[in-house]
């Protein structure tokens, strides 16, 4: 394993950005430095990421970090002083402390970049890194967050009185709390189809068929059912015509991506192929009316019981012909 590899992570996040009062915080100024550095590369016959040595990507990225930062001060007529928290972003370990010594910033200033709980998340870190200064925000903090690849970006942005108003229902903490760490590092390489092994002996999955998918893309990416209105029956997946009565193009849009559910039924099947067996398959029942019969991911098979709580997450189902399907399962509410 190399030091790429240990230290990397999977996150993601996403923001809404618009104009209007009632925002959570307001962008201040913004800044960045192109620098033709060769730090991080790896060619179309290359499995790995490869990484220039440490010592000459400090010397290259501290001062392009400095030059995002000044130029995002200046747009935003705020002094490194006046801002609450500092986060920064970098493949490197040290460029953040060595940058934060060099623009005066004080110890209580520079934020955790989690590395040590998260990784490095690649595109993702620094709007990651964002959102953790955004949990803790008090109305009227100015925070900046930085990144530093092949070059230096910077952001500074003022949260506002309504901040609390914004709060997710799991912050960045929270998620980081609730990972788990007991993948082991041979099924980590078989996800990554990195290691080879013996495929399943039966034949393979069809193909996901693009037209089929794109009849279905609302519930397929949006996990949107219907619910009938001449009889207030759960249609899922969504239908044209009533399960329950048969009443004909009398249907409401009813989300369920954000759906909490419970455990009706369920069975551990140790036959079936799965890059992490056994599958655990389960019959669902939703809070806001609904049965659906799917996998559960992130589960221990012997703690599941009748009646546990769930959320659903979208993941990958198989890979046929190099096509990757990707629908819902539920796992344990975190």
């Keep these: 394993m190399g030091a790429r590899e ?16 009632g925002a959570a915080a307001h962008v201040l100024g913004s800044g960045s430095h192109a620098e033709e550095l060769l730090d991080v590369w790896r060619g179309p016959e290359q499995q790995f990421a490869r990484q220039w040595e440490e010592r000459f990507a400090q010397q290259r990225l501290v001062p392009a970090l400095a030059s995002a930062f000044e130029r995002s001060l200046a747009e935003s007529g705020l002094a490194a002083s006046d801002l609450k928290r500092v986060a920064v972003d970098s493949g490197h370990r040290k460029v953040g402390s060595l940058f934060a010594r060099a623009a005066g910033l004080r110890p209580d200033q520079l934020a955790d970049d989690l590395s040590s709980s998260v990784g490095r998340a690649g595109a993702a870190h620094a709007g990651l890194l964002l959102a953790h200064l955004l949990d803790s925000a008090e109305p009227g903090d100015n925070l900046a967050v930085l990144s530093a690849s092949d070059g230096a970006s910077a952001l500074v942005v003022r949260a506002t009185e309504h901040i609390s108003d914004h709060r997710p229902v799991h912050s960045v903490a929270d998620w980081i709390q609730s990972k788990r760490a007991d993948v082991a590092y041979e099924a980590y390489l078989k996800w990554r189809e990195i290691l080879p092994f013996e495929p399943p002996r039966r034949p393979d999955p069809p193909r996901p068929a693009a037209p089929p998918m794109r009849r279905s893309e609302r519930w397929k990416y949006a996990f949107v059912g219907s ?26 849009d009813v989300p369920y991506a954000d759906a909490t559910a419970r455990v009706a039924t369920y069975t551990v099947d140790h036959l079936a192929y799965s890059l992490q067996p056994p599958v655990v398959a389960a019959v669902i029942d939703y809070d806001q009316g609904g049965r659906f019969a799917c996998e559960l991911a992130d589960v221990d098979p012997k703690k599941v019981e009748i009646g546990q709580e769930l959320e659903m997450t979208f993941r990958r189902l198989y890979t046929a012909d190099g096509v990757r399907n990707y629908f819902w399962k539920a796992r344990p509410r975190r």
């Design 227 to 252: 619910r009938c209105r001449s009889c207030g029956a759960v249609n899922l997946p969504p239908q044209v015509v009533c399960v329950q009565c048969g009443a004909v193009d009398s249907m409401d």
């Design 6 to 21: 240990a230290t990397g992570g999977d996150a993601a996040c996403a923001f809404l950005v618009g104009e209007g009062a």
